[in-house]
């Protein structure tokens, strides 16, 4: 079974622009997390969709956004990109259909986004 | 607001030989998950181990096991017989049942040295 994917997996974006960031889950998993990673603040929660609906969302402005499609594919979207927003975005998946109360969750590789 | 705190920026050990993380959380849940996880300099995060809040057994997972102290909030990793390949960074992680959001702390970065 194929693991968790994100693409791009490095990016350089200058100042005011924006970005989109795609996460593959694993097949049949229904939930995607977005973290950001930064030395400073370390890793961040963003935002978790389930079945195309966001169920949960993290301390950030509204500059970064996401979505989640039929086939649990995400996306997350940063507008007016900021020199702070360079980091680490990872993704992780979990809820298999027919899962249980606890489901392990599995992370992608990471896009590293450099913002000058 | 849950918050997990990880006291050890930096940590060594010598290989074959034990070392042990520290972890203290915060919740007033008493449904909840706590993690550690290695993130190796390829940046993939690894799940190393779990531990459900309302098991009061310890988890293991082969070299790996952790002392979980419930009412000091309390939750340090023991890695056992050190290889070079555990040289990575550790981050201790919370997670409140029913929710996919996990709280990390700030890591601890260990060195095996051979």
């Known amino acids: 079974k194929a693991g968790v994917t994100q693409t791009p997996r490095y990016l350089i974006k200058t100042r005011g622009q924006q970005v989109t960031l795609s996460c593959s889950p694993i097949?049949?998993?229904?939930?995607v997390s977005w973290y950001q990673q930064t030395p400073g603040q370390g890793l961040q929660f963003l935002f978790e969709?389930?079945?195309?609906?966001?169920?949960n969302k993290g301390n950030f402005p509204g500059r970064f956004s996401g979505r989640q499609f039929s086939n649990s594919r995400s996306e997350m979207n940063v507008s007016t990109l900021e020199l702070g927003d360079s980091a680490l975005y990872l993704c992780?998946?979990?809820?298999?259909?027919?899962?249980?109360?606890?489901?392990?969750?599995?992370f992608g590789p990471g896009t590293r986004l450099t913002v000058l | 607001a849950q918050t997990v705190t990880q006291s050890q920026p930096e940590m060594s050990v010598q290989e074959a030989e034990t070392v042990t993380l520290s972890c203290t959380y915060d919740t007033s849940e008493s449904d909840y998950y706590l993690f550690w996880y290695k993130q190796p300099p390829s940046r993939q995060m690894i799940l190393v181990i779990r531990q459900e809040a309302y098991k009061q057994q310890n988890a293991t997972e082969n070299r790996f096991s952790v002392n979980f102290q419930k009412a000091a909030k309390s939750f340090s990793l023991k890695i056992s017989d050190s290889q070079l390949g555990d040289a990575a960074m550790y981050f201790c992680a919370y997670r409140r049942g029913g929710s996919e959001k996990l709280v990390f702390g700030k890591g601890t970065k260990l060195t095996v040295n051979p």
């Open positions: 992780a998946s979990s809820s298999p259909i027919g899962g249980s109360t606890y489901n392990e969750q599995f």
């Open positions: 969709y389930f079945s195309e609906t966001q169920r």
């Open positions: 097949s049949g998993h229904r939930s």
